[in-house]
């Protein structure tokens, strides 16, 4: 089993900057990659980027390209999420999960066994 807790959210306004962590406990040996989604009101989890946790290799979804950086502290378990000029579209609850094994899709949700609870980001226009 592995335990996930986010934190990190927050309000903030449209063009500002918030972190995210996500710290990882228990079989965190077993990590393939991290991932960060999150879930609108209404809508489905969506990918928003992912880490490979041994190469660090990175992934983006469009929308935040060029705004998010997703980082990992091997040594303390844990990843990041840097968000920066962020959009009142952007507003949703970010989830970090864990994927085990090796997997050439990190953009789906069903591909990661492990979740945390979630931290609300609001970003006002």
């Known amino acids: 089993q592995v335990q996930l807790v986010e934190s990190g959210g927050g309000l903030v306004q449209a063009g500002g900057s918030l972190r995210l962590s996500c710290a990882a406990s228990?079989?965190?040996?077993?990590?393939?990659?991290m991932g960060w989604f999150h879930q609108a009101p209404g809508k489905e989890r969506e990918f928003v980027a992912a880490?490979?946790?041994?190469?660090?290799?990175?992934y983006y979804a469009d929308s935040v390209k060029g705004r998010f950086t997703i980082s990992r502290d091997a040594a303390n378990n844990t990843v990041y999420l840097q968000m920066n000029s962020l959009k009142p579209e952007d507003t949703a609850v970010y989830y970090c999960?864990?994927?085990?094994?090796?997997?050439?899709?990190?953009?789906?949700?069903?591909?990661?066994?492990?979740w945390g609870q979630g931290t609300q980001v609001t970003v006002s226009s």
């Open positions: 228990g079989r965190t040996f077993s990590t393939y990659a």
């Open positions: 880490i490979t946790w041994s190469s660090g290799w990175t």
């Open positions: 999960a864990v994927r085990a094994a090796y997997t050439r899709n990190l953009y789906r949700a069903a591909a990661y066994a492990y």
